[in-house]
């Protein structure tokens, strides 16, 4: 069982919690991800490491209540404990292994996108204490759903906080922000790192390919079961399948095909459909790993 020593409500329908989990809060590097499950017989949930605390041996989580597993967990307090807390998995971040020199040379703009700004910070805080610049542009529909501003702006370089409805920061999404920043302000950038609901990477993607600028994005929002078992995260990157929970979830944003993995998301919605893209698919509908396990 796993403690939940903090909870934190960042706006009306996403939740941080800290959860007590000392070998993963000691392994878990940035861009990687844990599955957690409320009981013994709950659902598997894959969330984002958001940030840890090695001394304190605790694993910070971000999530939105948007199913009955999510709704429950939110109804968990201080104390309670969830029965599982499996970590760390997934691909680190290929900045956290990059070469020094190589980072160097690196000029990285973040891009988070509602509740992808939770995945983005430890990413930005990692450059921070390794001593690399980075800029963060972060994005909400409205002020009110913006999430971690002062977390990020701790961290980051220079922060840009735009709003779709102009209430905060700049008047746009955070394509038109990274667009006014390249071509009105003569900002320079050479690698991007694009998190958040899957239309923002996409058309981030569009705008950064435009730009000449590489980009990674995490496809972490259509992971399920976090194994690759369900298929549920089954995408083509280039003339590959992958799967996100399994091969990512941090991919080349060039090469990801956006939208077969939106139609994929509505049809896995129902049980007819998730039988028809197994039927379709046939052996590589899914692509289990079978390393799996859970550490305290």
Known sequence: MYKIVKKELLTNNIYLMDILAPRVAKSALPGQFIIIRNTEKGERIPLTVADTNKENGTVTIVFQTVGKSTLELATFSVGDEVASFVGPLGRPSD????????????????????????????????????????????????????????????????????????SY????????????????????????????????????????????????????????????????????????????????????????DFDQAMRRQRIYATEEGRAKLAYLEGKTHHGGCGNCGEGK
């Open 169 to 256: 920061g700049f008047n746009g999404n955070v394509t038109k922000c990274l667009l006014d920043l390249v071509k009105n302000q003569g900002k320079e950038y050479n690698h991007a790192v694009a998190i958040g609901p899957m239309i923002m990477m996409k058309f981030a993607c569009l705008t950064t390919k435009e730009l000449g600028i590489p980009t990674i994005v995490s496809l972490n929002p259509i992971m399920v079961d976090g194994t690759g078992m369900c298929g549920a995260c089954r995408v083509q990157v280039g003339d590959q399948v992958k799967f996100a929970c399994v091969d990512g979830p941090e991919f080349d944003g060039f090469l990801v």
């Open 95 to 166: 900045l956290v292994l990059e070469d020094e020199e190589v980072l160097k040379n690196k000029k990285v703009v973040f891009i988070a996108g509602g509740v992808g700004t939770a995945p983005v910070y430890p990413q930005v805080k990692w450059m921070r204490e390794h001593g690399y610049d980075c800029d963060v542009i972060m994005g909400a529909r409205n002020k009110d759903l913006l999430i971690m501003e002062d977390l990020m702006r701790d961290v980051a370089t220079n922060l840009y906080v735009c709003t779709d409805d102009g």
